[in-house]
């Protein structure tokens, strides 16, 4: 019964993307973004996650880009997006490889966490994955908040102009679907104008989190609107 709801709710999704891609052929969703480039760094928590890059103390570089959802009119609220791209270092002759952590603006205690929330401030939005990894000991959350700069709005031109030179911090946690959030990293942002945006492409599919599995119905509801995404808009 699951897998059927998982696929029917999969296909919706695919049948409200392909409407929209009609239209924006380049991006279904998301369609404007700033591209940002700087650091993570998961601490020596002494918590257990399940997860092997949540719970090793480590440090490297990202690549992420902020964007709206809808593409509102600045000054309008939006559903946040924040895709971060965690580049984990060589190992031996294993070239280096990365992961995809895709969150988006919600609530932050339960049910909230699980529902997309409109905002106008980035600085005060939660941002979360919505639907958990499968770790060793059960599903994972994660999470994350903005540290500092306060006031940044939701407004790419606006976030643009608050932010400048100055970097945006975010704390990192991850939390059982109804558990409490555990502090467990921070991220550290810049601006990159001189970097290319427009085909930073992002997919926590195809590049999973690190350590981390993914549950059958989750991946049955993202994978088709994924890979429609994915295509070029000429493809049929």
Do not use: C
């Not at 939701?154 to 679907?177: E, M």
């Amino acid at each position: 019964m699951a897998g059927l709801a998982s696929s029917a709710i999969g296909k919706g999704f695919e049948v409200v993307f392909r409407g929209i891609k009609h239209v924006r052929r380049h991006r279904p969703i998301h369609s404007r973004g700033l591209r940002l480039d700087g650091t993570v760094v998961v601490h020596d928590h002494g918590r257990t996650s399940g997860i092997s890059w949540i719970d090793r103390p480590s440090e490297g570089p990202a690549t992420a880009r902020v964007s709206r959802s809808a593409g509102t009119p600045d000054g309008l609220p939006d559903i946040v997006g924040l895709a971060v791209r965690v580049h984990h270092p060589a190992s031996g002759p294993t070239p280096s490889t990365f992961s995809d952590i895709l969150l988006s603006s919600t609530g932050w205690a339960v049910p909230g966490r699980f529902l997309l929330v409109p905002r106008l401030s980035v600085s005060r939005a939660p941002l979360s994955t919505m639907m958990p990894y499968r770790g060793d000991s059960g599903p994972v959350l994660l999470a994350a908040r903005t540290l500092g700069p306060a006031g940044l709005p939701s407004s790419l031109r606006g976030f643009a102009r608050s932010l400048g030179a100055s970097p945006w911090q975010l704390g990192l946690y991850f939390a059982t679907p109804r558990g409490p959030w555990q502090h467990f990293g921070t991220l550290t942002l810049r601006l990159n104008p001189a970097a290319e945006e427009k085909d930073l492409r992002f997919d926590a599919v195809l590049h999973p989190l690190a350590g981390a599995g993914t549950y059958d119905w989750a991946r049955t509801v993202r994978e088709p609107s994924y890979a429609l995404s994915r295509r070029e808009s000429g493809d049929s």
